[in-house]
């Protein structure tokens, strides 16, 4: 079975500035995996880098033939500016883009799509609602609907659980635990190692560089996590950007 995601050398950052260095490896199709990692360890970077929305300083990513409207990207809510007047309705609906078209109508089928949606995060009633409005909980419903709406192959889920009560973290990862029964290759930054251990088979440490990745129970050891804090730590943010043929470390 060939991989859904290659990571050949691959080195991401800004500016010129690295911000993940030299990551190999391979995502099966179907995997349901964690990426962990102190703050700062690169995990949003490494997501825009496979959502597309950073081209890597050198190395490659792989898709398996995917393109960018084969991926599902949730955010960070930090990412989304709540001020933008839009409805809850109308910024679900654009989930629909890869079929309809940014420009396209929203006929009889697409609202009902769309109010499914809303429905199966818990979200009835709200469609008239501007986004602004929401609490962090709601806010987190809304973007799983609208990755819901997206039916994508690769689901990339970026902190999807921060800040929001127990029961919608229950309720969303039941839509994460779907999606895997379906087949569906799920991504997802993490920091709840509890709930990494509980529900994600595999997992990648991250800390700027590639600590483990692997089974999850071999990654989550006490070693491999006081290694990740220690290398975070003593990453310099002015370094340049690394040499590509640099010598990379085993993922």
Same mark, same amino acid.
Request: net charge neutral; glycine share 10%; hydrophobic share 45%.
């Given at each position: 079975?060939?991989?859904?995601?290659?990571?050949?050398?691959?080195?991401?950052?800004?500016?010129?500035?690295?911000?993940?260095?030299?990551?190999?490896?391979?995502?099966?199709?179907?995997?349901?995996?964690?990426?962990?990692?102190?703050?700062?360890? %690169?995990?949003?970077?490494?997501?825009?880098?496979? &959502?597309?929305? !950073?081209?890597?300083? #050198?190395?490659? *990513?792989? /898709?398996?033939?995917?393109?960018?409207?084969?991926?599902?990207?949730?955010?960070?809510?930090?990412?989304?500016?709540?001020?933008?007047?839009?409805?809850?309705?109308?910024?679900?609906?654009?989930?629909?883009?890869?079929?309809?078209?940014?420009?396209?109508?929203?006929?009889?089928?697409?609202?009902?799509?769309?109010?499914?949606?809303?429905?199966?995060?818990?979200?009835?009633?709200?469609?008239?609602?501007?986004?602004?409005?929401?609490? %962090?909980?709601?806010?987190?419903?809304?973007?799983? &609907?609208?990755? !819901?709406?997206?039916? #994508?192959?690769? *689901?990339? /889920?970026?902190?999807?659980?921060?800040?929001?009560?127990?029961?919608?973290?229950?309720?969303?990862?039941?839509?994460?635990?779907?999606?895997?029964?379906?087949?569906?290759?799920?991504?997802?930054?993490?920091?709840?190692?509890?709930?990494?251990?509980?529900?994600?088979?595999?997992?990648?440490?991250?800390?700027?560089?590639?600590?483990?990745?692997?089974?999850?129970?071999?990654?989550?050891?006490?070693?491999?996590?006081?290694?990740?804090?220690?290398?975070?730590?003593?990453?310099?943010?002015? &370094?340049?950007?690394?040499?590509?043929?640099?010598?990379?470390?085993?993922?």
């Amino acid at each position: 079975m060939s991989a859904q995601i290659k990571f050949r050398n691959v080195t991401l950052g800004y500016d010129r500035h690295p911000a993940v260095h030299h990551l190999n490896g391979e995502v099966a199709p179907g995997a349901l995996m964690a990426v962990i990692g102190p703050n700062g360890a %690169g995990k949003s970077t490494l997501f825009r880098g496979v &959502a597309g929305i !950073l081209k890597p300083l #050198s190395g490659a *990513i792989g /898709l398996g033939g995917l393109d960018s409207r084969d991926i599902a990207y949730l955010p960070q809510s930090v990412d989304i500016d709540r001020s933008f007047p839009i409805s809850v309705f109308d910024f679900v609906g654009s989930g629909l883009w890869r079929s309809t078209g940014p420009f396209g109508g929203i006929g009889k089928a697409e609202r009902e799509k769309i109010l499914a949606a809303l429905a199966a995060v818990g979200l009835n009633g709200f469609e008239n609602r501007s986004i602004g409005t929401l609490s %962090g909980g709601q806010m987190q419903r809304m973007l799983f &609907a609208r990755v !819901l709406l997206q039916d #994508s192959r690769l *689901i990339v /889920l970026d902190e999807p659980f921060n800040a929001i009560d127990a029961k919608t973290s229950a309720d969303l990862i039941a839509l994460v635990r779907r999606w895997h029964g379906e087949g569906r290759t799920v991504l997802a930054a993490l920091h709840d190692l509890e709930m990494v251990r509980s529900h994600f088979p595999e997992t990648l440490l991250l800390a700027r560089g590639p600590v483990a990745w692997g089974p999850t129970a071999e990654v989550l050891t006490p070693e491999n996590l006081l290694v990740a804090m220690k290398m975070c730590e003593a990453f310099d943010d002015s &370094a340049a950007a690394c040499a590509a043929d640099m010598p990379s470390r085993a993922a």
